[in-house]
Structures are given as structure tokens and as C-alpha cells.
């Protein structure tokens, strides 16, 4: 368990020191809408359909700390290294690279005990990492708009 504290709070440093390439009020605002996202998504999956979960059923208060940091510090990495000057290939690939490495996350996290199934499978991990890659660029492109007004 200890080696997932040591990546998140290792996660979180590079999210905060790496050398910025996206203007600070868009990386803030995909920040946030990424962790509400996640939060919400979590709170169905989890609480309300109890398909899977973070440490012990129910709300968790370590277990909402490590989500809150882990999306936080992924939608950094990805909004900020995101290739959008490159084509749709690229960026296509760089989703389906930052799918696998979370089903990759994701694997290790149940090996830890970190994370739980319950009725959830590795699969459709593999068909919504995608998607949500997808709806975070998308609201990328939301915010990077409205910053420019």
C-alpha cells in the first residue's frame, strides 16, 4: 500500500514542477472539471451501482484523498503534454497511450488492494479509458476557447 502513496504523491510532484505548455487557467479548470468528472463518475460506479471501490464499500475518506490527487495530477499530465498542433493520428495514439497506461494504473491498484472489483471487469476499463480521454480533451478545447474571450 505504501508503494501507491509513493507513486500518487510522486504523480502529484511531477503534475506541479514540470514545465508548463498550457496557459495556468486552462490547466486549472481541466484540473477541476477533470476531478468532479472523475468524482462523479466514481460515486456511481462505486456508491450507488457498487461495482468496484477504493480500500472499503462506501465513502472513504483515504480513498477520496489518492482519487482526488490521482485525477488531478493525470489530467495535468495529459491536458498539458496533449499534441494539439499534431494530426488526428497522433493525437488518436496519444489517447489510446494514455489508455493503456491506465488500465495499467488501474491493474496495479487492484493488485495493492487498493482498488476493488465487484461486479466490474477489466474490460469495460478498456472501453471507457478511451472515452474519457475523449470528454477531457473535449473539455480542453471548451476552456482554452473561453480563456481566449
Given at each position: 500500500?505504501?508503494?501507491?502513496?509513493?507513486?500518487?504523491?510522486?504523480?502529484?510532484?511531477?503534475?506541479?514542477?514540470?514545465?508548463?505548455?498550457?496557459?495556468?487557467?486552462?490547466?486549472?479548470?481541466?484540473?477541476?472539471?477533470?476531478?468532479?468528472?472523475?468524482?462523479?463518475?466514481?460515486?456511481?460506479?462505486?456508491?450507488?451501482?457498487?461495482?468496484?471501490?477504493?480500500?472499503?464499500?462506501?465513502?472513504?475518506?483515504?480513498?477520496?484523498?489518492?482519487?482526488?490527487?490521482?485525477?488531478?495530477?493525470?489530467?495535468?499530465?495529459?491536458?498539458?503534454?496533449?499534441?494539439?498542433?499534431?494530426?488526428?493520428?497522433?493525437?488518436?495514439?496519444?489517447?489510446?497511450?494514455?489508455?493503456?497506461?491506465?488500465?495499467?494504473?488501474?491493474?496495479?491498484?487492484?493488485?495493492t488492494g487498493f482498488f476493488y472489483y465487484n461486479g466490474w471487469h477489466h474490460t469495460y476499463s478498456m472501453i471507457l479509458y478511451p472515452?474519457?480521454?475523449?470528454?477531457?480533451?473535449?473539455?480542453?478545447?471548451?476552456?482554452?476557447?473561453?480563456?481566449?474571450?
Amino acid at each position: 500500500m505504501i508503494i501507491i502513496w509513493v507513486i500518487l504523491i510522486l504523480q502529484f510532484v511531477i503534475a506541479v514542477i514540470m514545465r508548463k505548455g498550457q496557459p495556468a487557467i486552462v490547466l486549472y479548470g481541466t484540473s477541476c472539471f477533470a476531478i468532479t468528472f472523475g468524482l462523479v463518475i466514481d460515486n456511481i460506479f462505486d456508491i450507488w451501482l457498487d461495482l468496484y471501490g477504493y480500500f472499503n464499500k462506501g465513502i472513504d475518506l483515504e480513498g477520496f484523498i489518492a482519487v482526488t490527487i490521482t485525477y488531478f495530477s493525470a489530467n495535468m499530465m495529459y491536458i498539458n503534454w496533449f499534441p494539439v498542433q499534431r494530426s488526428l493520428i497522433i493525437k488518436g495514439l496519444y489517447i489510446l497511450g494514455w489508455s493503456i497506461f491506465a488500465l495499467v494504473f488501474e491493474w496495479g491498484m487492484l493488485q495493492t488492494g487498493f482498488f476493488y472489483y465487484n461486479g466490474w471487469h477489466h474490460t469495460y476499463s478498456m472501453i471507457l479509458y478511451p472515452i474519457i480521454f475523449l470528454i477531457l480533451y473535449g473539455n480542453y478545447r471548451i476552456v482554452f476557447n473561453l480563456s481566449k474571450k
